[in-house]
């Protein structure tokens, strides 16, 4: 089992930037990727950006250039480095990872609102 727990939500101003953290406990050795998802009310949940380990990080179109996956091991976190917000970007934003077993884990998610 894999817990998530992330930290950094809030709310900034439109070209503003915020850092988001997802800490990771349990079996993190059987971690083989993780990364962001975001949603908005009444929407699919959308993928952001992924670490694959030992494999090459992925960002979704909408971000690409502005958004910034990062991952320390030591501390067993991964980050997200958001800049020049927009409010489109405006949602709650959830920590993923899955396991050698493909199992999917889901942190509690962190609310990013981006004023104009």
């Known amino acids: 089992q894999v817990q998530l727990v992330e930290s950094g939500g809030g709310l900034v101003q439109a070209g503003g930037s915020l850092r988001l953290s997802c800490a990771a406990s349990?079996?993190?050795?059987?971690?083989?990727?993780m990364g962001w998802y975001r949603q908005t009310p009444g929407k699919q949940r959308d993928l952001v950006a992924t670490?694959?380990?030992?494999?090459?990080?992925y960002y979704a179109d909408s971000v690409k250039g502005r958004f910034t996956i990062s991952r320390d091991n030591a501390k067993n976190t991964v980050y997200l480095q958001m800049d020049s917000l927009k409010p489109e970007d405006t949602a709650v934003y959830y920590c993923?990872?899955?396991?050698?077993?493909?199992?999917?884990?889901w942190g509690k998610g962190t609310l990013v609102t981006v004023s104009s």
């Open positions: 993923h990872a899955f396991d050698d077993r493909y199992m999917n884990y």
């Open positions: 349990g079996s993190i050795f059987s971690i083989r990727s």
């Open positions: 670490m694959p380990s030992g494999g090459s990080t």
